[in-house]
């Protein structure tokens, strides 16, 4: 018997400009992969994990998406339009209660990675934490980064999170990590963790290995097949050439075990492989629109 099941689970979608989605890529480029509406943005997917530990009963969630949290003219700014906390609803969906969601593992704190965190926008109500018994894991330079932002990326951090995480710290809910070495402590056996640092300082992917198969998720370091070629950097990134860097070692990896990535922000695809094409290019393959439940 398998030990681990992985799910991916949707959550609630955004457009973002592709001019800053794509960085130095040419608009004739990149539309060609990624068909933008008439504000000039694409649709992303603000997706999570469910990896269901069947031995010890645990659910760990990788990721919180973007929620609804934002009011209706934020939510508007950033293209959120289904209504409704949809990661809640995914969940339900597949039959898990968020109260039963043990751990939930943050790759970083920008907004669109820890919204759904909160309950939805109200304007006679405060946000409310949605999976109150977790324990929230996070890296301790992406806690800083978030408490000490530069000019650049300031507006990527809500103060509704922030606030969110600081209850939880103060409750003994939230655990900063330092080390890559962590993740078996406090995931599990088979977890480890990379640490990134070209997105943003801290970034935060977790990786499980078992004999049936491994996964690793990528979270912003490629947050789509597009991204997998690697002098695709966003706009958003802080350093992109060191991003590279770090992409290409994780890719190399992936390749040579033959490791499934997971992609939280790839509208049409959750999961894929990774193969070198004829010219060494590294490129997805084998994609999968939906991971229902891939045994490790």
């Not at 209504?83 to 790759?107: F, K, M």
């Not at 934490?129 to 806690?143: G, I, T």
């Not at 070495?181 to 290995?209: K, M, Q």
């Amino acid at each position: 018997m398998s030990r681990y099941l992985v799910r991916s689970v949707e959550g609630n979608r955004q457009r973002l400009d592709g001019g800053a989605m794509f960085g130095n890529v040419p608009r004739p480029l990149w539309e060609l992969w990624i068909e933008p509406d008439e504000r000039h943005r694409i649709p992303l997917a603000c997706r999570a994990f469910l990896i269901e530990d069947q031995l010890q009963g645990h659910r760990i969630l990788l990721e919180a998406g973007i929620g609804v949290f934002f009011d209706p003219a934020l939510r508007d700014r950033y293209g959120v339009a289904e209504p409704g906390h949809q990661l809640l609803a995914s969940l339900e969906r597949i039959g898990v209660a968020p109260e039963s969601i043990d751990t939930v593992v943050l790759s970083h704190l920008h907004f669109d990675h820890t919204g759904g965190l909160l309950t939805p926008w109200r304007a006679d109500r405060p946000h409310e934490p949605v999976f109150p018994e977790a324990r929230l894991l996070v890296s301790q330079q992406a806690w800083e980064r978030a408490h000490a932002p530069h000019l650049r990326d300031r507006a990527s951090f809500a103060p509704e999170v922030l606030a969110l995480l600081e209850q939880a710290r103060s409750a003994g809910r939230l655990s900063l990590v330092a080390e890559q070495g962590e993740a078996a402590a406090l995931l599990g056996d088979g977890f480890c963790f990379h640490l990134s640092h070209g997105h943003t300082p801290g970034l935060l992917l977790t990786e499980l290995a078992t004999e049936r198969g491994s996964v690793v998720f990528c979270g912003d370091l490629i947050p789509g097949r597009p991204w997998i070629h690697l002098p695709v950097t966003m706009g958003y990134d802080r350093y992109p050439e060191l991003l590279i860097d770090e992409k290409q070692r994780l890719l190399e990896r992936c390749l040579e075990r033959d490791t499934v990535l997971l992609l939280t922000h790839d509208a049409g695809c959750a999961a894929c492989r990774v193969e070198r094409d004829r010219r060494g290019r590294f490129t997805a393959t084998g994609a999968i629109e939906e991971l229902s439940a891939l045994a490790l």
